[in-house]
């Protein structure tokens, strides 16, 4: 008998919620779960928390020694230079960031980050050795196939320079409906399921970045994982994620749905 087992990424943004004392709470609380749950211990689940910039060292030695990854929310596309007030690539390598979020709906809305400036931040995102955590999403209710069109232009133009001419690495693409961050209710199971497997489509065709996953996010929540049952590689968490608890519920589903899908 051979037994395949599906491997989940589970992300959590902290975005501004947290200050340093509580992000420290936090980070010890899902260090513990993740230091003993069959999740990890069975090499299922790969995980990572993205923290504000000034907790990435307490957030890094608390789960240190578990499975759980660090990164960062943000990144500049130049690697130095007189750039007041950003981060580096580097400098976040040094921190012990291994993932960083580009893209995200709020950055393009309250920031104005264009598409060239998410491809130039990708870009540096992997020149640097981190995971860029990719977020595309259609900005109003649109059907589904519009919505897959138009999360994989995102997805091409994002990686179109780092694709033909390197440099090369793992990305995390999290599919986030503009629509649906902070709404009430995730989008529709279907709908997340096309679109999901339009950008899986999409980066086989792309070829240049192997083992790269598509995640979903938008008020994902415990129990959607469940609920979605494979359409997605796993979660990108927000809000739903501020109780421990839930973040080992979501755990729990993945070990699941695992055990569920033993192939003979």
Same mark, same amino acid.
């Given at each position: ?8 990424? /589970? ?21 513990? /779960?993740?230091?003993?749950?069959? #999740? ?34 943000? *990144? ?5 230079? $007189? ?8 400098? *976040?390598?040094?921190? %012990? ?19 060239? /400036? ?29 919505? $897959? ?42 709908? /997340? ?24 996010? %938008?008020? #994902?929540?415990?129990?959607? *994982? ?27 589903? #993945? ?10």
């Amino acid at each position: 008998m051979t037994i395949t087992r599906p491997t989940f990424t /589970i992300g959590v943004s902290l975005k501004m919620y947290f200050g340093l004392a509580e992000t420290a709470r936090w980070s010890k609380a899902v260090a513990r /779960i993740a230091a003993t749950h069959d #999740a990890f211990a069975s090499g299922i689940v790969n995980a990572f928390v993205l923290p504000t910039f000034p907790a990435i060292a307490s957030a890094r030695e608390a789960f240190a020694g578990t499975a759980v990854a660090i990164g960062a929310q943000n *990144l500049h596309w130049e690697d130095s230079g $007189a750039w007041t007030g950003e981060i580096s690539g580097p400098v *976040l390598r040094e921190l %012990g960031a291994t993932y960083v979020e580009v893209g995200h709906a709020e950055r393009r809305s309250a920031f104005g980050e264009t598409d060239d /400036i998410v491809a130039a931040k990708t870009a540096a995102a992997l020149r640097n050795g981190l995971t860029p955590v990719l977020c595309v999403g259609e900005p109003e209710r649109v059907s589904a196939a519009e919505a $897959a069109k138009w999360c994989v232009s995102e997805v091409r133009s994002a990686l179109a320079d780092a694709s033909a001419h390197g440099p090369l690495g793992r990305v995390v693409v999290a599919y986030e409906p503009r629509w649906a961050i902070g709404a009430a209710a995730p989008a529709h199971s279907e709908h /997340i399921r096309e679109v999901c497997d339009a950008l899986r489509s999409t980066l086989v065709a792309i070829g240049a970045h192997p083992g790269s996953t598509v995640i979903y996010g %938008g008020s #994902a929540r415990p129990g959607l *994982l469940t609920q979605l049952d494979g359409a997605v590689d796993g979660l990108f968490l927000g809000r739903f994620a501020h109780n421990p608890v839930a973040v080992g519920q979501v755990l729990d589903e #993945a070990l699941a749905l695992s055990r569920s899908t033993l192939v003979a």
